[in-house]
């Protein structure tokens, strides 16, 4: 194509210039972390952000409020302020992701790893090795989660499982005095997010979501250019979850059930979830079943998440309705490998567009998510495009900043992102020391995970339109869709009605 064929806006995309945020002065980025303020509706680190301040300027304003503040969870089991101010953590599922949050933690400051808890003996091992490279003490290892729960030297405990163990997880920690750090999707239904937060109310206990877009920079500053009306009155935003490298870009291989292998502890990795025989392939792509999983949908969840925390963090729509299936592949898989989802929310309406034959559509590398470079927008796999009646904004998840463009596609500003663990899980850390909320309290946790089981209930039941009550947390008359709300518990394994 010439350059004459090209529209202002497909140039501006192409050329990706590395403008300032706001075309006056330098981009803000601010390195320090923060806890969310109790008892108000927009964040300190929001006007920080905004006005410039400086790391040091900041940290000075915060040692002088400190004394003042009012804590926004009562002071018990306060012994994280020990005189070394030492935080001990175990670790809840030693996989990918696990490890990864557990060697990011075990960098900050007076942070320990006391246990493992992994249902599969070679990989608590490998984890325990890794950690004690680390740390210079061995962790202990269990797959038995009551056994950590029952140290009190441990404050806070990270859950980094299959999704069918996280509210159960949580809530157990919560009764036993713990903090949690809960990977995404935070749960599994409807009804497991609500207890969830009831546990973490009830026992004053930090529950950080693990929406890491929620600590960065450039969300907060997003969210007061969208307040200010930078873009105008917001209508109508488009949230993208193509990520063929998930879920749906590939067959679900029918494999035989059979004996799990000798070091794994089959029943506790079930956990919640159905009774079954072991199977190598659920056991290794449990992401693709409805029993451990919401699939690609749930991964999106990032960007649902990011998208509505812009937007001012607005209570659930009130109607769903979904299009979509398993079309790439006829093997009898779970998940839609095609999702279209419209939410329809006070007075605007979002799209979710979920796929998974799409490998032309990619995440954010990290020369974007850490570097200077922006994403190519029309084939980023998570981005967010909003629009309002005068400017239109493009977003990306974990690290990948905003662009806001005019009709004659000028860019005319922006903040560069960087991966927001860097804020995310000092923040944690921060708040079970201080007691204050975290950024990714539970609530909103929940509130965000909603929209992606509203997106699988709707697809489950037959592509219906939903109308969802946000008091009682159930679906007006739809029998189908309220089966779909919480799950059958085996037996020791239930959430409880009262947490």
Known sequence: MSTLQ?????????????????RRGGSVHHEGTWCRQPASKTFVAEKLLMSGITRRKFMGRAAQGAAAAAMALPAVARSAQSPNNRVVLALMGAGGRGMDLIRKMLELENVSVKYICEVEGSRAEAAAKAVQKLQKSWPKTTPELREVLDDKEVHGVVIATPEQWHALATVWACQAGKDVYVEKNISLTIWEGRKMVEAARKYGRVVQAGLQNRS???????????????????????????LGSVVGGYPCRAEPDGPPPADLDWDRWLGPAPERPYNRQVHRNWYGYWDYSGGNASDAIHTLDLARMVLGDPPPPAIIQCLGGRFQFNDGGQMPDVQIVAYQFDTWVMSFWNTGFTPYNTK??????????????????????????????YLGRHGAGWQVFEADG?????HKGYHPDKWHLPNFIECIRTRKEPNGQIE????????????????????????????????????????????????????????
């Open 364 to 393: 954010s590398p990290g020369e974007v998510r850490y570097g200077s470079k922006w994403p190519y927008w029309p084939q980023n796999a998570d981005r967010i495009e909003i629009y309002g009646t005068r400017r239109m904004m």
């Open 216 to 242: 960065a920079p450039y969300a907060f500053s997003a969210r007061q250019y969208i307040a200010e009306g930078g873009l105008g009155k917001v209508l109508f935003v488009n949230v993208f979850g193509m």
């Open 410 to 414: 000028k860019l005319v500003r922006e």
């Open 6 to 22: 090209r529209g202002p806006l497909t140039r501006a995309l192409e050329s990706r210039r590395p403008l300032d945020m706001d």
């Open 444 to 499: 909103q946790g929940h509130q965000s995970a909603c929209l992606e089981h509203f997106a699988n209930i709707a697809y489950r039941t037959g592509n219906q339109r939903l109308v969802f009550d946000a008091k009682s947390e159930t679906f007006v008359d739809n029998e189908a869709a309220n089966r779909l709300l919480r799950p059958a518990y085996r037996k020791h394994y239930r959430v409880p009605e009262t947490v």
